[in-house]
């Protein structure tokens, strides 16, 4: 369990698909004076070594899988400038704020979309997504697919003399060329999406940043449902972020999500008063 003097995050590891533990010594300065601190993870059969840069607010900005660390490694914590995490932006075709400026002209709009989206991608609903040049949408899509690691078709591109010929409700619709949402799709709050997005949007890595924060939600989201299907009694809450591997302060937004998909939330999970007092120190 945690101590009250580190910080713990995790973080999902390209290499087992996993989220992996990541613990940090509230006192380390290794982040001060606008750089970041480097964390090493050894972990998984077989071992292998993951190297996890994270800033003085402990957003996780860039990592990379160094071959030759040993177990001897993990845990240690050394300063890093900032500019090498750029060099860790993946390459791809469309970036964040390409993909965003597609959803929307005005940054705040787009975001609102995108965080739409992202939640019915999560609860595994269709969504339909309208422009009349294939070109665009099928690459906005792949960039879609891409974030959240999806290997199954969930986004379907049409144009608007389909769409006039269909009921696409309940399902989620957006419209790229008129940037408009037509049917949001289940009723869920997107706030914490929106939140991650403006962040992210502010900083170097921003596809890495998404694409690792969605894949390490994938995966959770993912544990705490087969937890959740699986409990014949309660649980308390900080145990099912510990079993589900998510920070705590995601565990709400995710509990939210599967009592849309009708868990019962209230009768299941408890709140960990302790636990989470200690934590909060
Ligand atoms: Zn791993």
């Known amino acids: 369990m945690s101590s009250s003097d580190e910080k713990e995050i995790y973080v999902f590891c390209e290499q087992c698909k996993q989220n992996v533990l990541l613990r940090v010594p509230l006192t380390s300065d290794a982040a001060t004076r606008g750089g970041l601190m480097s964390v090493v993870s050894v972990h998984g059969n077989p071992p292998h070594a993951l190297m996890a840069y994270l800033d003085a607010e402990f957003r996780v900005r860039g990592i990379e899988y160094p071959a030759a660390a040993q177990t001897a490694d993990a845990g240690r914590i050394e300063s890093v400038p900032e500019s090498k995490t750029e060099a860790l932006e993946e390459k791809v075709e469309l970036g964040l704020l390409a993909l965003l400026d597609i959803f929307h002209p005005k940054r705040k709009?787009?975001?609102?979309?995108?965080?739409?989206?992202?939640?019915?991608m999560l609860t595994?609903?269709?969504?339909?997504?309208?422009?009349?040049?294939?070109?665009i949408g099928t690459s906005v899509i792949s960039a879609l697919h891409d974030i959240a690691s999806f290997e199954e078709d969930l986004i379907t591109l049409i144009n608007h003399t389909i769409l006039s010929k269909s009921e696409l409700n309940p399902f989620c619709v957006?419209?790229?060329?008129?940037?408009?949402?037509?049917?949001?799709?289940?009723?869920i709050d997107s706030?914490?999406?929106?939140?991650?997005?403006?962040?992210?949007?502010?900083?170097?890595?921003?596809?890495?940043?998404?694409?690792?924060?969605?894949?390490?939600?994938?995966?959770?989201?993912?544990?705490l449902q087969e937890i959740l299907s699986a409990l014949d009694s309660s649980i308390l809450d900080t145990q099912l972020a510990c079993d589900a591997s998510i920070d705590y302060e995601l565990l709400p937004f995710l509990l939210e999500m599967a009592e849309s998909e009708g868990h019962n939330i209230r009768s299941l999970v408890k709140k960990d008063g302790l636990g989470r007092a200690l934590r909060s120190i």
């Not at 709009?109 to 019915?120: E, F, G, H």
């Not at 339909?128 to 294939?134: S, V």
């Not at 419209?175 to 799709?185: E, I, P, R, V």
């Not at 991650?196 to 890595?205: G, S, V």
């Open 174 to 187: 957006y419209d790229l060329q008129q940037n408009k949402l037509l049917h949001q799709g289940p009723k």
């Open 191 to 223: 706030k914490y999406f929106e939140r991650i997005l403006q962040d992210i949007a502010k900083h170097e890595n921003p596809y890495f940043r998404l694409k690792n924060e969605m894949s390490k939600i994938v995966y959770a989201y993912g544990r």
């Open 124 to 135: 595994k609903k269709r969504i339909f997504l309208i422009h009349d040049e294939k070109a």
């Open 109 to 120: 709009d787009a975001i609102k979309a995108l965080a739409i989206i992202m939640v019915n």
